[in-house]
Each structure stands twice: as C-alpha cells, then as structure tokens.
C-alpha cells in the first residue's frame, strides 16, 4: 500500500535550528565530559601522592634543619610516631648531633636544641645526649669520641684469648655485641675476664 | 527516556537483521560512544531531518517536532557511553528516544492543552519555513489512528524503515511489527478515502 499523502510530512530541519542544535548537543558533550575528566585528574593526583609520600618521606629520614626535605620528615614524623612514640624525640637528638658534627651554625645548633629538650620532656638519656652537644659547643671536642668513627670489631684479640674459649656465647653473639662497643670498652671486657 | 533499556532487545525481538548489512552509520558508532562532537555533527546531518519528518508527523507540530528531536541528542549523549550496537542499532535507538519524546509532548498537551507553535505567529526566520505545510486533512485521518498506528504507519511510509527497525522501535516482534502496520496502513487508507 502506497500513501503519497505521507510524503508532504517529509521535511528539512531550517539551518537556523540546525546551527542551535548542533550547538546545544556540543554544549552537552562538553559538560558531560568535564567531571569526567576532572574526576580522572583528581584520582591521578590522589595515586600519585600515594605512591610518592612513601618514598619522599624515606628521602627525608635524615634530614636535618635547614634541609629543604626537612618540613616533610616533621609532617610524617606523627604517621611514624603512631607506631614509636620515642621516635620524635630522638630524631631532635639525632639531628642535634648531626648539626655538631657537620660543623653547623652555633645559632641553629642551640635553637634546635631547645626545641629537642622540650620534645625529649624528663627522658635522663636523651637529656644527657643534649648536654653533650651544648657543653661541645662551649668546649670544642671535649664530649667527642676520637674513635667514635672506627667502631672495630676486634675479632682477633677475643679468639686468640684462651678465656674466650669458656664463654658459650657464639661467634655470632660476639660479633653482634662487640660492633656496640668501642675498642676501650672490648678491651676493659677482656681484663674482667682475665681478673677471673 | 535515556534509559539504556531502549537498546536493549525486548524479549522476543530479533534484532539480527540490524545487525547484519553494513549501515552508514556504522562509521560513527565508536565516534558516538566516545561522545566525540564530529560523530555527533555527522549522525545529526544523517538523521535530523527524518527523525524531524517523523516527529511532525506524530506531532503536528514543526517547533515541538524538532525540540523533541533535540531532547533525543540530547538523552544519547548521556547514553553514549553505555551504547552497544551498530549503525543500525543506533538509527533505531533515536527514532525510539523520539518516539518516547513525542508520546510525552501527547501527556503534556493533555495535562496543559495549549496553542500549537505553528498557528501562533512567529518570528520572521521561521515563519516562511514552517507555514502551512501539514495538509488538515491528512492531519485529521492521523489524527483518528490510534498512537501505535500512527507511529508504525510513519516509520514505514514517511521514515522508510524496515520491519525489523519498525518492531525495535515498537519494542514489539517482527511479525507482530508486521502486523500492527498492516491494520495501520488499513485504517489510513479508509480515513483517506472518506475525506478525499
């Protein structure tokens, strides 16, 4: 069945329209493309951080003031703290002395001495430790060990005595124990137990 | 409606014959998914003016026509993304948006009957385009078929889709696509043949 009637119905949309439609659909993708996109751009730079804060946060373990990594050791100091409670007082007195050591600014060395006494609190150890490090500065050298740099293992010297040959402590044990002390110290262990 | 539901096929309908011939519109099917604004610019220039055809013809009414067809771009660019099928599938897709649009601009007009677009005087771009194309006459034997009819009787005649196309448009069978085109064409034809 044929209707020519039909074909009066077949018309062409104006130009105009056309122009507004075409419009009003790129309109539409654009917007309906954008939280897509900045959706994706949110979870890049969210698993970025992930993956980068575990390696920027190992870079910064050693940093000392004045470092430019130093800001980021202090931010994670309280992930790391959650798990050790010590580990922020220490860290001051580690730096502390690794600001001695490196022959920092006498300024930026008591400052950050004050800041590492009151982050230490009462701990008798770490207080000493402080000390230390402030009376050096006073006294250049006095609180440094001179062998502090060769922490030896003094093998020998424990295999070749005869009373060693009575510990039961392995070779191991000793190894582990002596790499703790220093050559004084080894040495005065040595004497007691020849005393004996 | 920019449910994906339109895509997929109704219990019982064959949709192979869309499935199998190469259809222009193929070419545009990834474009369309990645809501790229080009593919959309080319499957408008495809397809506007028969789904505006076809929408006039449901609506009588050339401004409401083509709000509607827009509104079916408009709902595949939501849609996009989550669009399987081909050319094929696509064409069939907008004409079911556009055939959905129309039967809201149906419940619209019957909770808040109003002036068509057409017979209200309208601005000087639009008036000669649109004067006095809809014949009252055809109008009136559309107007006496029930919507499906109507719908079937223009996809076939006025949009020149097959009866699979016609059956996933309906969300029907083929035969039963088949048949309701039939009765249509019947009940068209006598409308005409009483008024002419």
Known sequence: MRFPELQAL??????????RHLDTISRAIRSN?????????????????????PVVALAAKDAVPGDFLYPIKRLTEPIVAAFDQDVAAQNRVAELESLLDANADVDMIREHADTARRTVGDDPILTDRIDRVVEDLVEPGRNRDPDAAERVVPTTAVTDDPISDTRVETDSTIQ????????????RASERHSDR | MSSLALL??????????????????????????????????????VLADDLVSFAYGMLSDRRAAEDVVQQAFLELVGAARRFKGDGRALRAWLYRSVRFGC????????????IPHDSVPDSAVFEDHMAGQFDPELEQALESLTR?????????HVSGLSGEEIAVVLGTTRRAAYAVVKRAETNLRARLGVSR
Do not use: C, M
């Open chain 1, 10 to 19: 077949k018309i062409e949309v104006h130009p105009d329209t056309r122009r």
């Open chain 1, 33 to 53: 493309r954008a939280p897509r996109v900045r959706r994706l751009r949110l979870l890049a730079v969210a698993a970025a951080l992930v993956l980068l804060l």
């Open chain 1, 176 to 187: 582990q124990r002596l790499t703790t002390t220093t050559v004084e110290e080894t040495k």
């Open chain 2, 8 to 45: 997929l096929p109704v219990e019982g309908v064959r949709i192979t014959g869309l499935t199998e011939r190469a259809h222009p519109l193929d070419a545009h099917v990834d474009g369309i998914r990645n809501t790229s604004e080009t593919a959309f610019r080319a499957v408008y220039d």
């Open chain 2, 103 to 114: 039967l809201d601009e149906y419940r619209r007009r019957k909770r808040r009957p109003e």
């Open chain 2, 148 to 156: 499906r009819h109507r719908t079937a009787v223009l996809l076939k």
